[in-house]
């Protein structure tokens, strides 16, 4: 659901500012996956595993249990 908030706000800041609303939305997104990559690997050592993709996994800090369960309703 937030994916598709995010795509669409992306899409309005682009049409309204070009390149420069483009170059932003960039790196906003890179400046979030370095925080999270940060904070799940400080909870990956904090618990004395290795910082692998299989513990990224592991220990991330995405609720899969609601993406889980959305199935969308395909006519």
């Not at 513990?55 to 309703?73: G, H, M, Q, V």
């Amino acid at each position: 659901m937030f994916s598709q908030l995010f795509c669409t706000i992306a899409e309005e800041i682009i049409n309204q500012f070009g390149d420069k609303g483009r170059d932003a939305i960039g790196e906003a997104v890179k400046k979030y996956g370095e925080e999270r990559g940060r904070r799940v690997g400080e909870l990956v050592k904090s618990v004395g595993k290795e910082k692998n993709l299989k513990n990224f996994f592991i220990y991330s800090d995405l609720d899969i249990k609601n993406t889980a369960k959305y199935r969308p309703k395909i006519i």
